[in-house]
């Protein structure tokens, strides 16, 4: 009878901790340019010993969200789209920021304006989805 009432313990206890739930997001904020663009940066934190992939992002402020990562080749720098997501190695931080990872914005609400707040869905391959509100900005926040 232990035995048994030691592993509907064991069962509840393992079935109610989120082992999905590895992924931290801090330091969020958005540049924003008066074309209607901008650009998503973020520090992620994966504190699981596997990896894990940012399938994709969404904002209902936003007509096109994309994930990109900025190259340099030969003075030429360019945005590749990364349609197969960003990978978050295990353990480890990975910033987006400028002139690296980020997440581009375009068609933004056109009545958004400096300091205001977005919303932004990210979706991850073995994490929970995670909802940020960054704050638009023109440069990085000093930290």
């Given at each position: 009878m232990k035995r048994l009432i030691f592993l509907f313990t064991f069962f509840l206890f393992?079935?109610?901790?989120?082992?999905?739930?590895?992924?931290?997001?801090?330091?969020?904020?958005?540049?924003?340019?008066?074309?209607g663009m901008g650009a998503l940066y973020f520090d992620i934190q994966n504190s699981h010993s596997e990896s894990d992939i940012l399938i994709r992002a969404s904002?209902?402020?936003?007509?096109?969200?994309?994930?990109?990562?900025?190259?340099?080749?030969?003075?030429i720098t360019s945005m590749k789209h990364l349609m197969m997501g960003i990978k978050i190695p295990e353990n480890k931080n990975l910033s987006l920021k400028p002139g690296s990872f980020h997440i581009?914005?375009?068609?933004?609400?056109?009545g958004l304006k400096l300091g205001d707040k977005i919303e932004v869905l990210l979706e991850f391959?073995?994490?929970?989805?995670?909802?940020?509100?960054?704050?638009?900005?023109?440069?990085p926040p000093k930290l």
């Open positions: 393992i079935s109610s901790q989120n082992v999905s739930a590895h992924i931290e997001v801090s330091n969020s904020w958005a540049r924003l340019v008066p074309n904002s209902p402020n936003a007509k096109s969200v994309m994930l990109h990562e900025t190259q340099r080749k030969d003075n581009m914005l375009s068609g933004l609400d056109k391959k073995n994490n929970e989805n995670i909802t940020l509100y960054p704050t638009l900005k023109i440069k």
